[in-house]
Every structure is written in C-alpha cells, then in structure tokens.
C-alpha cells in the first residue's frame, strides 16, 4: 500500500433536479437500502418494514403474514437481488425468498441448514456468478445457493487453515471481469478459488472499519470503498498494489473525511458514489476530481438528505439515490434540456414568470412580481421591485424601443418607463380626468412598430405613446362600446396592426387613417 493517499478534490456541483418519492404514495417505510428493477419494470424497495412494489404512481407493500405461510418471510430487508433469469431474491430478517410474480407469494430457503433451531442468518449481500450459483454474504460465513437445485454450500473460517476465509464476517463477494473471484470481509479482501474453496490471495486491511465493498468499473479500475475512516482505494490486480485516496476542499484547502458505500457506473461510463454524509459525489475522470451534490434547506430539487444507502440505474436512465432517513430520490443522469435560473424571493412565494424579453445587448428581462434581469454571460442576477405599490403590480409585457429604453407593461400599475441606470421607474396610469392619459391600467402587451413608436394593447383600448408629449392617443372601434379589452398585439409587413381581444374576435387597425 502508498503510504499517503493520493488527495483528490472536491467540488459543488447544482445541475441535478433530484425528485421525491413520498410516504403519501404508499411507502411502508422511509429508509431504503435495497434499489432493484424487474423485468416487467417495476421498481422494487427493501426497506426496514416491507418490501416494496413502485409501478410510478403508487407502491404495493408485501410484508410478513403469520396467517399465510407463502407471505414474506420476514419484516427487515437486508438484501434485495434480479438475478439473469429476471428472479427476485430477498434477503430478510428470518429466509432468503425467492419471489413468484406469477402468485406474488415467497418461496423460503433457510440459509443456515446445519442448525434449523438457531437464530436465523441474515443475507447481507447477493450476487450471481456465471455458472449462475447465487452467492450470499452473511455474519456467518459465506454460502453458495445453487437455484436448480436449493442446495446450499457452506465457506467458513477456520482458525487452523490459513486458506480458509480471514473472516466469518462476510459482507460481500463477487466476480470480477476476469472470472476472479472476491469476498470481502471484517479481515480485508479474499481472492477465493471457488472449485477448492480455498483462499488464494488475502488483502489486509491497516485499519478496523465496519463496512467496505469493491467496485469494477468499464476500464477495469478495482475500486474499494470504505464507508467509514474516509475512503476510497484502487488495487491494482497485477501488482497486488492498493492505492488509496482521500478527499480534499478546494476553498479553503482542507482534507475531507467522507465514507463511501455504494457506488455504480452508468450506461454512458459516469462513476457516482454514495456517502455516508456527504451526500452524492459524481466522479471527473477528465480533470480527476469528485463533483458533489448535497442537500440544500428549502431547495426541493436538491438531494433530500446527505446520507446515501444505495444506489440504482433504471432502464430509462434514471439514478435512483436511498437515503437513510428520507424516502428515495431519482433524477434523469443525462444533463436536463432546460437550465433553471434562480427565483426571486420578492415574488411572495409565487414562481409564475409572466414574460420574457431579450434585449439588443443579449440580457434576458422576465417579468413576476419584479422585473428581473439575467446576464447570461456572467451568471449576474437582478431583482428590480414591483413597479407600484399593492399586490396587483405584475410584469406581463417587457420591450425596448430604439434609444435603448426599457417599457414595461403591468396588471394595475399601467405603463411604465424603466431607467437602468437608477433602477427607477417612471409610471403612466389612467386618469378618468385627463384625456390624454393610458386608457387603462392593465396594459397587455407592447409593441414598437417599424417607424419607432410605442403602442401598448390595453384592457380598455390600442393606445400610442407621443415621447415629446408624454401623451397618448386611444383607439377604439367605437368610442361609445364598453371596454375593449386587448390581449395581443402584431404588425404586418404593411404595417398594419392586428389585434386579438379578450370578447370580440380579431381586429385590424390602420395606424393611417385610425
């Protein structure tokens, strides 16, 4: 072994939308440490209480029934496996059961078959190997179920053979690439010949940990992961090297202690490790480094806590994250298609965005309950406050005319001129006693025509703004009618204007003649 571990760092990464599960959908029990997905493509949940059925939109809960001898066979799930001919098989707290999708009962196999009166071995751990023999991990050594026949093998450490298992403390085994085959255990790593059931090859472990498994990636990289006394290693099976590495804090510099457990690699080769609190790191083969995503408070799109129990790709490419103390959490590993921009808390809670308008400098202005603005080239974001007093002051209507200034239109605080150099706006409303005035304080939609004027579509009139004047001009299709409530409005390339209204259909008005 390196004597120093190589130290690699860490950094934060916002571009995943993490989604909830619920209790409320029939969850039997919020801690999940098994993630599997059947053949049928149902996701299946071992939890604390029950195993459970997900079909997207509620779960099925199977659970211990003293009344029916085919029920599961206990409450605790420890292990939940898919074997190669689309068989579950359940690790819990009294059988390994194998389940029947057909009758949806449970077959038991009683995994400690020399004492049937002891207290029952929990399976820990299942893998299949390619002469299809399930091998299981238990605090009790390691056993081999070949499913033809229900016969089980026994692997125990034996005190006077050197080639026996280090430990009785089995927490997993499996194959490698090569066909080689690996048990880990409270002792370290065991090479195991499976035809003479000895130990070829002992991996020791330099200091005591409760948990650690290994993980072969597409490139053939052996990783072990050790979920506490922070860790992660590569042995190298040619030399018989391991290397290990530590984690490390950019801003300030510092080294991080962070256990990892479960880890996976995605279809398109993306390694994601689970952390015993510190959330989902995501591995930067390119630049060598670990992006980590961690819950944030009041975010609901972050991870829901930071204690990771597994983890599992779905065939649609979701990444399924257990938690320890939350319901699972899923997102999409393919970057989203949309990039979400940060919520203005001025907004009193409301996310609704009412318009959107680039300018000729390429900022991006939306409307809510401010006026926002996003560089997108810096990253800069800035809430202007509602135009007016009151509740009814929403943004809908944003353009810019040909000096560069910014016209804003609202629900009920009428027109109004923005300067960007103050952040100051300046506003135009209706006064029933001048009649020169907006015709109404709802102004819908704002339109520079192809000479430079302003024309803003109201909810009483077509109204044109005179900039020396600062007066209005309105247009009706008769000036007697009630209100003529616009919410649209376009040029032609003969310069007419067409207008939607909100009662009475598609109007056309020519700004030559009125």
Known sequence: MDPRPIKLPVIDGNDIRFKRLSTTEGLSQTRVANIVQDDQGFMWFGTQYGLNRYDGYKFKVFKHDPGRPNSLGGVYIYSLFKDRSGTLWIGCDQFLDRFDPTTESFTHYRVDTQNPKARAVTVSHIRQDRAGMLWLATGKGLRRLDPATGRITHYLHDANDPCSLSSNDVKSAGEDKTGMFWVVNGEGLDQFDRETGQVTLHIPLREPVREFSFYEDRFGVFWIAYASGGGLAVF???????????FSELEPPSTVNIGVYPMLEDRAG???????????????????????????????????????TALFEDREGNIWTAL???????????????????????????????????????????????????????GQYTSYGAPGPGVGNDVITIIE????????????????????????????????????????????RLLIDHTGMLWAATWDGLNRFDPATERFTVYKPDAQSRAQTYIEIKEDRQGALWLGSHYSGLHRFDPATG
Do not use: M
């Open 324 to 378: 320890h103390a939350r319901e699972p959490n899923f997102f999409a590993s393919r970057p989203p298609p949309f990039e979400k921009f940060p919520h203005n808390p001025n907004n009193l809670g409301e996310t609704l965005v009412n318009s959107i308008y680039e300018d000729r400098q390429g900022i991006l202005w939306s409307g809510s309950r401010a006026l926002n603005c996003i560089n997108r080239k810096t």
């Open 401 to 444: 005319d040909r000096s560069g200034v910014l016209w804003v239109g609202t629900v009920g605080q009428g027109l109004n001129r923005f300067d960007r150099t103050t952040g100051q706006f300046k506003a135009y409303r209706y006064n029933p006693a001048d009649p020169f005035s907006l015709s109404n304080n709802i102004v819908s």
């Open 270 to 308: 993306t390694l994601w490790l689970g952390t015993r609190g510190a959330g989902l790191l995501k591995f930067d083969r390119e630049r060598r480094r670990f992006i980590r995503y961690r819950n944030s408070p009041g975010d609901v799109e972050s991870l829901a806590e930071d204690r990771v």
């Open 236 to 246: 190298d099976r040619k030399t018989n090297r391991l290397t290990r590495y530590s």
